[in-house]
């Protein structure tokens, strides 16, 4: 069974800090992914990677920043976290026929 | 910019009813789709994924594709209160590139009422 971890189920971090979440895969895939889900807006893809240390922009990236220094595992940055950055973060990876494997989510809260 | 729209919903259905969920996309190269199941609070679940046009049954689940008309549904037969959830349609283009990614439609909460 495809695996994906991520860090935290629940975040809680104040305006201003630097917020560290992270992704860990256990099936050698090359492509990960970050997204968001808001109620009413659905899955925003915020960055993917294809690649260690190759990254791509989504469809809403400003305000965060991605790392990828081992294949197995990929992190998003919030450089400084925003009370408007408030949402359930999932990351993803890619499987041998497209289909994407979910992580548990975090759900970031910023006060 | 590439679309999939989905009912929104929500949906209710009596349990033992065949529940059917839809959705078309605008992209004509998209090749592969997908459908999850998110129970609330909870990630998104694959649940069935489908290539070419036609049936593809899997248990209680049938996924149809009309890649003609650019549509694909989901049903559900014999629906339980356990499928009670938000169901999300993907779809994506020809395998092979390395900036794959899928565009998801906003999802159809399903009900199923004992």
């Given at each position: 069974?495809?695996?994906?971890?991520?860090?935290?189920?629940?975040?809680?971090?104040?305006?201003?800090?630097?917020?560290?979440?992270?992704?860990v895969q256990d099936?050698d895939?090359?492509?990960?992914?970050?997204?968001?889900?808001?109620?009413?807006?659905?899955?925003?893809?915020?960055?993917?990677?294809?690649?260690?240390?190759?990254?791509?922009?989504?469809?809403?990236?400003?305000?965060?920043?991605?790392?990828?220094?081992k294949k197995e595992r990929f992190?998003?940055?919030?450089?400084?976290?925003?009370?408007?950055?408030?949402?359930?973060?999932?990351?993803?990876?890619?499987?041998?026929?497209?289909?994407?494997?979910?992580?548990?989510?975090?759900?970031?809260?910023?006060? | 910019?590439?679309?999939?729209?989905?009912?929104?919903?929500?949906?209710?259905?009596?349990?033992?009813?065949?529940?059917?969920?839809?959705?078309?996309?605008?992209?004509?190269?998209?090749?592969?789709?997908?459908?999850?199941?998110?129970?609330?609070?909870?990630?998104?679940?694959?649940?069935?994924?489908?290539?070419?046009?036609?049936?593809?049954?899997?248990?209680?689940?049938?996924?149809?594709?009309?890649?003609?008309?650019?549509?694909?549904?989901?049903?559900?037969?014999?629906?339980?209160?356990?499928?009670?959830?938000?169901?999300?349609?993907?779809?994506?283009?020809?395998?092979?590139?390395?900036?794959?990614?899928?565009?998801?439609?906003?999802?159809?909460?399903?009900?199923?009422?004992?």
């Open positions: 069974d495809v695996k994906v971890t991520q860090s935290s189920r629940y975040l809680v971090k104040r305006t201003g800090e630097k917020v560290f979440l992270e992704c099936m895939h090359e492509n990960m992914f970050w997204y968001r889900q808001d109620p009413g807006l659905g899955l925003r893809l915020i960055y993917f990677s294809y690649d260690v240390k190759m990254k791509e922009k989504g469809d809403i990236p400003e305000g965060y920043s991605v790392s990828r220094e992190s998003l940055i919030l450089e400084s976290a925003s009370t408007n950055q408030t949402s359930m973060y999932l990351c993803a990876s890619r499987g041998d026929r497209d289909e994407q494997y979910f992580g548990p989510g975090t759900r970031l809260t910023v006060t | 910019q590439k679309e999939v729209e989905q009912n929104s919903g929500p949906l209710s259905v009596p349990e033992g009813a065949i529940a059917s969920l839809n959705c078309t996309y605008s992209d004509r190269g998209s090749q592969s789709f997908f459908w999850y199941r998110q129970y609330s609070g909870k990630s998104p679940e694959l649940i069935m994924s489908i290539y070419s046009n036609g049936d593809k049954e899997d248990g209680r689940f049938t996924a149809q594709l009309n890649k003609a008309s650019q549509y694909v549904s989901l049903l559900i037969r014999d629906s339980q209160p356990s499928d009670s959830a938000t169901y999300l349609c993907a779809g994506g283009p020809n395998s092979g590139g390395s900036n794959y990614k899928l565009t998801f439609g906003k999802g159809t909460l399903l009900t199923v009422n004992p």
